[in-house]
């Protein structure tokens, strides 16, 4: 591996990480020397790259620093390639648009040598069943809720067709081959709960729910692997 792809490779690895990461973490996951680290992060801070930190404690990258768009490896544009096309085939109408946006403005950005993977790429993701089935709603607010924090008050029919109006705190989309599914805090239930897109029969969005989206996220992954292992 040359200077510049391991420069490349380390940038990419610090903004991975939200909190310091030592450079033993970083030797492991670059598959090089920690004497190497060392060396390269002081060639990087010397060229004015925003890293902070110290030998012993870890290093951390500076919110705002980016790299150039062009500096993509082939499996890079090969990942956002295979992603793109499998939320095109399960992503609401609004986000499947997104998702051909994005992979036309890395397209622009490219150099030409890296187009080709992008635009005749061999690498599909196909649905194996069905499509998923058509929302009750539309789904685009509800995902600048989540975003946002906000609350929704929707009308719901359960598996057996039973409907109730709940008010929940989303905190997640899930999307599966066969069905959209909202992560949410119902105040009903007061508990956590999933609720299926096409089961929503109409949907309000309203106040901001007390608590951060994070924090529920977090929250119901404990108890989801808590439930796993009992």
């Known amino acids: 591996m040359n200077r510049a792809d391991r420069f490349l490779r380390?940038?990419?690895?610090?903004?991975?990480h939200r909190r310091p990461v030592t450079a033993d973490a970083l030797a492991r996951e670059l598959e090089v020397s920690t004497r190497t680290v060392y060396r390269d992060i002081a060639a990087l801070i010397a060229s004015r790259a925003p890293i902070r930190g110290e030998a012993g404690v870890g290093y951390v990258l500076e919110k705002g620093y980016d790299l150039p768009p062009l500096m993509f490896t082939p499996d890079e544009v090969e990942a956002v390639?295979?992603?793109?096309?499998?939320?095109?085939?399960?992503?609401?109408?609004?986000?499947?648009?997104?998702?051909?946006?994005?992979?036309?403005?890395?397209?622009?950005?490219?150099?030409?040598?890296?187009?080709?993977?992008?635009?005749?790429?061999?690498?599909?993701a196909p649905s194996l069943g069905a499509s998923p089935a058509l929302d009750g709603v539309d789904?685009?607010?509800?995902?600048?809720a989540i975003r946002t924090g906000?609350?929704?008050?929707?009308?719901?029919?359960?598996?057996?067709?039973?409907?109730?109006?709940?008010?929940?705190?989303?905190?997640?989309l899930a999307f599966f081959d066969a069905a959209r599914v909202v992560l949410a805090w119902c105040e009903m239930r007061?508990?956590?709960?999933?609720?299926?897109?096409?089961?929503?029969?109409?949907?309000?969005?309203?106040?901001?729910?007390?608590?951060?989206?994070?924090?529920?996220?977090?929250?119901?992954?404990?108890e989801t692997m808590r439930d796993a292992t009992d």
């Not at 380390?10 to 991975?16: D, T």
């Not at 999933?194 to 404990?222: N, V």
């Open 10 to 16: 380390l940038i990419q690895a610090l903004r991975r």
């Open 139 to 144: 789904v685009a607010p509800l995902r600048g």
């Open 81 to 124: 390639l295979v992603g793109m096309r499998w939320l095109r085939g399960r992503a609401d109408a609004t986000l499947s648009r997104a998702a051909d946006d994005v992979l036309a403005k890395i397209g622009d950005v490219l150099p030409g040598p890296l187009r080709p993977l992008l635009f005749e790429g061999a690498l599909f």
């Open 190 to 222: 007061q508990a956590f709960r999933h609720f299926r897109t096409d089961r929503i029969h109409s949907m309000s969005i309203g106040e901001k729910y007390p608590r951060r989206r994070a924090d529920l996220l977090r929250d119901w992954e404990r």
């Open 150 to 172: 906000l609350k929704a008050t929707i009308v719901y029919g359960d598996e057996k067709g039973v409907v109730s109006e709940r008010v929940i705190w989303p905190f997640g």
